[in-house]
């Protein structure tokens, strides 16, 4: 890719799209971010102040429903690509209110994708002069797979069983992304990852609200019998297998990102409390493991993820370079510093 281009991040004041913009901005000196985020509860601008002052990244307060606001920065800026973060990502929030999932993740694709065929596209297979390395990335989950059982690993070829209104709205997500791809031609790729931690995470999601609860002296609620399993994967990984799919993929594909981490919740919640006992000990002595309670499962609780990776690691040369216990460490570490 030729110098100067700029690009669209969508959610980028989110956890995932904060930590992949300064990691972006790092690796590719020339090139320009606008950041489109309707800073929703999940939205902190503060997540990204180590390139607020950067003479390449702009922030822009908007809805990616609005489509004169997305027509607007298309026009203005000419994009060279799309990274798609932007969701409503909170699977209980989804239980209780799956309009707000339906809108930003269904709809709010939509309006991206049809903005960028009709500023990249003449006609179906057809790019405009100059626009035909112009990609559209768009960031999935695991989630649209289903639950797996007790073997066998997630593919780009399981076939999607979504299971909560969140996990059904990015698999219509993911058919739009693709259904542009068979039909106008307009070069999209899509990554669909495991859970990811880190720094930066918001507090509602499972190994924030541990490290919250605990040091906060309440009870730590874990879903059920603590035994769903999950394969986590450091969001820096991710955003490195990101920057790759964009980059090296091909058109109209699909990559799996997870990184070989299958944990369950219990050792989640042992593990933190360990590092926590360690690193910031309660004054009586006692083991922050006493705040551990079991609450009645959610809806619909998918029992075990866990992703191969393989594809992208063989066509990609891509690696998750953090195991789970090193990043933890450097996660909890990170939340210690916050309080």
């Keep these: 890719m030729s110098s100067g281009k700029t690009y669209l991040v969508t959610g980028g004041a989110g956890f995932i799209g904060s930590n992949f913009i300064p990691y972006y901005l790092g690796s590719n000196p020339h090139h320009h971010i606008v950041n489109l985020d309707l800073?929703?509860?999940?939205?902190?601008?503060?997540?990204?102040?180590?390139?607020?002052?950067?003479?390449?990244?702009?922030?822009v307060k908007g809805d990616i429903v609005d489509n004169n606001l997305v027509s607007?920065?298309?026009?203005q800026h000419d994009f060279a690509g799309v990274f798609h973060f932007a969701a409503e990502?909170?699977?209980?929030?989804?239980?209780?209110g799956p309009s707000a999932f339906i809108n930003t993740n269904i709809n709010g694709t939509f309006n991206l994708l049809e903005v960028a065929r009709k500023h990249w596209m003449t006609s179906p297979g057809i790019a405009i002069d100059g626009k035909e390395g112009n990609r559209f990335l768009h960031v999935s989950t695991d989630e649209v797979y289903g639950s797996l059982g007790e073997t066998g690993l997630f593919t780009e070829n399981t076939a999607?069983?979504?299971?909560?209104?969140?996990?059904?709205?990015?698999?219509?997500?993911?058919?739009?992304?693709?259904?542009y791809f068979h039909t106008y031609g307009l070069n999209v790729v899509t990554s669909n990852c495991s859970n990811n931690y880190r720094p930066k995470q918001h507090k509602e999601k499972l190994i924030p609200?541990?490290?919250?609860?605990?040091?906060?002296?309440?009870?730590?609620?874990?879903?059920?019998?603590?035994?769903?399993?999950?394969?986590?994967?450091?969001v820096l990984d991710h955003c490195k297998g990101i920057e790759?799919?964009?980059?090296?993929?091909?058109a109209g594909e699909t990559y799996n990102i997870g990184g070989n981490n299958e944990r369950d919740n219990l050792y989640i919640v042992d593990k933190l409390c360990e590092l926590l006992d360690a690193k910031s000990p309660n004054q009586d002595g006692t083991s922050y493991k006493e705040l551990i309670s079991f609450v009645t499962d959610r809806p619909g609780?998918?029992?075990?993820?866990?992703?191969?990776a393989s594809k992208i690691e063989k066509e990609l040369n891509w690696q998750a370079n953090e195991d789970f216990e090193s990043g933890i460490e450097k996660t909890v570490d990170w939340y210690l510093q916050q309080n």
Aim: hydrophobic share 35%; net charge positive; aromatic share 12%.
């Design 89 to 96: 990502s909170h699977v209980d929030n989804s239980i209780t």
């Design 209 to 234: 609200t541990i490290i919250r609860k605990a040091l906060a002296g309440e009870p730590i609620p874990i879903y059920g019998d603590g035994k769903n399993i999950r394969d986590w994967l450091y």
């Design 160 to 179: 999607y069983a979504p299971n909560s209104p969140y996990s059904a709205s990015k698999a219509s997500s993911d058919f739009l992304v693709r259904s």
């Design 39 to 59: 800073l929703t509860y999940a939205g902190n601008l503060d997540n990204l102040a180590e390139v607020v002052n950067n003479p390449r990244y702009n922030f």
């Design 72 to 75: 607007h920065l298309f026009d």
């Design 244 to 250: 790759l799919a964009f980059k090296n993929g091909r």
């Design 301 to 308: 609780h998918d029992r075990r993820y866990a992703i191969d």
